[in-house]
Nanobody, 120 residues
Framework: EMKLVESGGGLVQPGGSLRLSCAAS????????LIWVRQTPTKGLELEWI??????????NYAASVKGRFIVTRDNARNTMYLQLNSLKTDDTAMYYC???????????RGQGTQVTVSS
């Protein structure tokens, strides 16, 4: 069974930082590019794509809303992907998911998510 498990979310003040982790199992992790997406209450069930990392980690891409603040990395030896969140804003408050097989709307595999709340 393919599985993704996110962790590392929490409550942080504006301007603060968090590091999210995504542990994978059940598939050949190093063969696949991965995505981070988020879901906010204001957008209902819509998933917002925020970052991409290639299977070997050499290529990355970010949504304009997070570019320059978030950094995606992966450790293929540990089957784990990370998202470093810096200079957090209240608008970053969301449930964050790691995602395999993104088709523009949904993921082939998505974890249970980790909540990030940015508030003073």
């Amino acid at each position: 069974e393919m599985k993704l498990v996110e962790s590392g979310g929490g409550l942080v003040q504006p301007g603060g930082s968090l590091r999210l982790s995504c542990a994978a199992s059940g598939f050949a992790f190093s063969d696949y590019p991965l995505i981070w997406v988020r879901q906010t209450p204001t957008k209902g069930l819509e998933l917002e794509w925020i970052s991409y990392i290639s299977n070997r980690g050499s290529g990355t891409n970010y949504a304009a809303s997070v570019k320059g603040r978030f950094i995606v990395t992966r450790d293929n030896a540990r089957n784990t992907m990370y998202l470093q969140l810096n200079s957090l804003k209240t608008d970053d408050t969301a449930m964050y998911y790691c995602c395999k097989g993104w088709d523009g709307d949904e993921c082939e595999v998505r974890g249970q998510g980790t909540q990030v709340t940015v508030s003073s």
